[in-house]
């Protein structure tokens, strides 16, 4: 089985230039709210159970086109982040499992979709890198199944428990994309996510803030 799928122009135009507006204007986007392994990145991030999609669309629209098409019909909980990275930013060698903060044991998603919204047409650098090995070991050339240059309006999919790094960016511009984590969790693990949660460092009405939905 391939450890990854792309698709190429996925989206319209048009789509795309509403997302890229949509998400750069967003009060919630701002530096990484993200681990350590993502150095000079900005972002925000949403927490969902599939039950309350809806909700991220209320919140959201111009998500709901990306979300219809991404997300696969046997994932029940999710971590979507819009990431931006520039000059000098990258992203270290790890192991998707964002939702570890809400349940310690959960296990890596069951796969990664990424939406390329803009990425630079000289682009240097920024590739995504997919190994099979695990963080902090040395890798040896056999361990990588793929290294990925970016390409605006490509959907890319990739099996969850890979370890994957971006690397370093150093040519002008942007790159910007859509990511989402997509995990299938027993029962038990789902009551401990949160049904809606959006997480920023954004300082929004003199705090920062989550944005949660009633009961969640």
Not at 53 to 64: A, C, G, M
Request: hydrophobic residues 35%.
């Amino acid at each position: 089985m391939p450890y990854y799928h792309d698709y190429p122009e996925a989206f319209s135009p048009r789509y795309l230039s509403k997302l890229q507006r949509k998400i750069l204007d967003c009060p919630y986007f701002t530096v990484n709210n993200l681990n350590r392994d993502f150095v000079g990145t900005k972002g925000f991030s949403i927490v969902f159970r599939r039950s309350h999609q809806s909700v991220v669309e209320r919140e959201f629209p111009y998500f709901k086109p990306y979300l219809d098409r991404a997300l696969q019909a046997d994932c029940n909980a999710f971590y979507l982040n819009p990431l931006l990275l520039k000059t000098g930013s990258r992203v270290d060698p790890h192991i998707d499992r964002s939702l570890r903060s809400y349940c310690k044991t959960i296990a890596p998603p069951a796969l990664v979709s990424v939406l390329y919204i803009e990425v630079p047409p000289d682009l240097e650098g920024g590739e995504l890198i997919l190994n099979r090995s695990a963080p902090g070991h040395k890798v040896a050339h056999k361990g990588q199944v793929g290294k990925i240059r970016p390409q605006t309006n490509t959907l890319l999919i990739f099996q969850g428990d890979l370890t994957h790094s971006i690397n370093p960016m150093t040519g002008t511009g942007h790159r910007l994309s859509l990511v989402c984590e997509q995990y299938s969790l027993e029962e038990w693990e789902l009551e401990e996510i949160p049904e809606f949660v959006v997480e920023s460092r954004a300082n929004i009405t003199g705090k920062a803030q989550k944005l949660r939905s009633g009961g969640g």
